[in-house]
C-alpha cells in the first residue's frame, strides 16, 4: 500500500492524497490550490494519476481547498463515487457552484482586459460543471463502514464546520487516519472533535502548527470592534467564509444585542451562497451548540441581502452600520464592491476572522499595504484594519496535541504533518517530537509514502 502527496503539503490548501492498494485506488479529498499566482497555477497541472482507474474519492469536508478539484476530475471524465457526510454534500452543492460561477467571471474578466498571456481565457471549470458534478456525490452518515475493493473506510466528527470527518480507512492489515480539518473544543458553533482510534500512521493537518489562539473572549473582542466603529459613527466591513465563520459572527452579533453589549444598528449580511449555508445550519442542529431559539435569532436579527440592487442600496444606509459578506480572505465576492467604496475612509474598520492564506489580499491588508488593488484599480487603504484571532474554527497546536492524547494512538503510531504553512509545519513537527513518543515527519510534495 502507497500515499502520494498530491496536494495540501507544504501549503494550507489543494488537499489530495492518493491511496493506492494492489487492486483499488482512492483519493482522500480532492480541493484546489489557493493564494499565491505559483500555487493556483498547479490546479492546471496535469495530475500524475490515471483517472480512469480511480475507484473513489473519499471527501473530509466541503470547503473548496479539500473539495474544490472534483469539478475537474469530472470535467477529465471520473465518474465514480464521492463519499462524504449528509452536511458536507448540502455545502459541496452551494460552494462548488459558485465556485464555478467565479472561475467563469474571471476568465470573462481576463479577456475582456486583455489580461495573462492567453488570447482566450478559459475557466478551469464552469458552474454547469461544477453543478453537473454533484451526481457523483453518495453521502453517509458517521461511523457507516463502506468497502471499496480491498478499502474499508468510515467518516468520524472532527468539528470544524458542518459535515467535518476525520476519514479511517483500513487496508491490508494497516490503519490510517486523514484527519482532515481539526476543530476545536471550545469553538463558538461546533461540538469538539472525536478522539482518534488506535492507527498505525495519521495524515495531521497543522494550519496553526506553530501558533496558539488568542485566549481572549471573541464575544468580548468582538463587541470592542462595534463599540468603537459605533462611537464613530463609521461601518464596519467584515470578509467571511459562508461557511462557518458567517454564521458564528451571525449568532455573536445577535447574542451581544440582544444582552444589550452593543448597540442595535443594522447589520447586513450580503452573501446569498451564507444565507442558504444558514439554513442548511439550522437543519443539523445535532452537530452544532446552538439550540433552536438561539439558530431563530441568528438569523431574524440580521438582513439578509440576496439581489445586486440590494447591495447596492446599502450605499444608501445611515452609518453606523455593519456588513459581513463573501470572500473570507477578499479574494472575491461582494465584499470588493463595498472595499472600494469604503476603504478611503479612516472611518472605515475592516475585521478579518480567519485564516488568512499568505498572497491573498486580505493577507496583504493585515500586513500594512498603503493601496489594495481590486478590479484593475488601485485604492488607498485608509480604513483601520483588524483581526478577531480568537475565532479560528482551526485547533492550534497545543489543542492538537491534546486531541492526538485524547485518542488511542500507540507511542508506534506515525505522523505525516500536512495542511501547513512550512513554519507551521516545521514547529508542529518540532513540538510533538518534544512533548510525545509519535514518530512525526513533514510530507513532501508529490512525495510518497509506503506502508
Known amino acids: 500500500m502507497k500515499i502520494t502527496f498530491l496536494g495540501g503539503t507544504e501549503t494550507v490548501t489543494g488537499s489530495k492524497f492518493l491511496l493506492e492498494t494492489d487492486q483499488t485506488r482512492v483519493l482522500v479529498d480532492c480541493g484546489l490550490f489557493q493564494g499565491y499566482k505559483w500555487l493556483r497555477e498547479r490546479n492546471w497541472q496535469t495530475l500524475p494519476m490515471d483517472i480512469d482507474t480511480l475507484d473513489a474519492v473519499l471527501l473530509t469536508h466541503a470547503h473548496l481547498d479539500h473539495s474544490g478539484y472534483l469539478p475537474v476530475l469530472y470535467k477529465h471524465g471520473f465518474r465514480g463515487p464521492v463519499y462524504t457526510h449528509h452536511a458536507t454534500k448540502d455545502l459541496c452543492q452551494i460552494l462548488l457552484a459558485d465556485s464555478g460561477h467565479i472561475h467563469e467571471e474571471d476568465a470573462k474578466y481576463y479577456s475582456k482586459h486583455k489580461l495573462g498571456k492567453h488570447e482566450h481565457p478559459e475557466p478551469l471549470y464552469d458552474r454547469q460543471t461544477a453543478e453537473d458534478c454533484m451526481v457523483l456525490f453518495q453521502s453517509v452518515d458517521f461511523d457507516t463502514s463502506i468497502e471499496i475493493g480491498e478499502i474499508c473506510f468510515y467518516l468520524q466528527p472532527a468539528g470544524h464546520i458542518l459535515g467535518a470527518a476525520s476519514v479511517i480507512v483500513e487496508a491490508e492489515g494497516k490503519r490510517i487516519g486523514f484527519s482532515g480539518d481539526v476543530g476545536r473544543f471550545h469553538d463558538v458553533l461546533m461540538k469538539p472533535p472525536r478522539p482518534l482510534p488506535a492507527l498505525d500512521l495519521l495524515l495531521m493537518e497543522s494550519t496553526y502548527g506553530n501558533r496558539l489562539h488568542d485566549t481572549q473572549d471573541p464575544f468580548e473582542q468582538l463587541a470592542e470592534v462595534v463599540n468603537q466603529m459605533a462611537m464613530h459613527g463609521g461601518v464596519l466591513l467584515i470578509p467571511a467564509f459562508a461557511v462557518g465563520r458567517a454564521q458564528a459572527l451571525q449568532h455573536m452579533l445577535a447574542t451581544l444585542m440582544e444582552t444589550g453589549r452593543i448597540p442595535r444598528i443594522p447589520i447586513y449580511l450580503d452573501s446569498p451562497m451564507a444565507i442558504q ?165 513533514v510530507a513532501g510534495y508529490w512525495s510518497i509514502l509506503r506502508l
Open 277 to 441: 449555508v444558514s439554513d442548511i445550519f439550522c437543519q443539523y442542529r445535532d452537530q452544532h451548540r446552538l439550540n433552536a431559539d438561539q439558530c431563530q435569532r441568528m438569523c431574524n436579527d440580521i438582513t439578509y441581502i440576496r439581489t445586486v440592487d440590494e447591495s447596492k442600496a446599502i450605499e444608501k444606509q445611515a452609518f453606523p452600520h455593519i456588513i459581513i459578506a463573501g470572500s473570507g480572505m477578499a479574494t472575491g465576492g461582494r465584499i470588493l464592491h463595498h472595499f472600494k467604496r469604503l476603504l478611503g475612509s479612516p472611518k472605515t474598520t475592516v475585521l478579518f476572522t480567519g485564516y488568512q492564506v499568505g498572497g491573498t489580499r486580505g493577507d496583504k491588508m493585515l500586513n500594512g499595504v498603503e493601496t489594495v488593488k481590486i478590479h484593475g484599480e488601485w485604492i488607498p487603504l485608509r480604513a483601520s484594519v483588524k483581526m478577531l484571532s480568537s475565532l479560528s474554527g482551526h485547533a492550534d497546536y497545543l489543542e492538537l496535541t491534546q486531541w492526538l492524547q485524547q485518542s488511542a494512538l500507540a507511542d508506534k503510531t506515525r505522523i505525516q504533518l500536512i495542511h501547513g504553512d512550512p513554519e507551521a509545519l516545521e514547529g508542529l513537527r518540532v513540538h510533538l517530537q518534544e512533548q510525545t513518543k509519535f514518530s512525526v515527519n
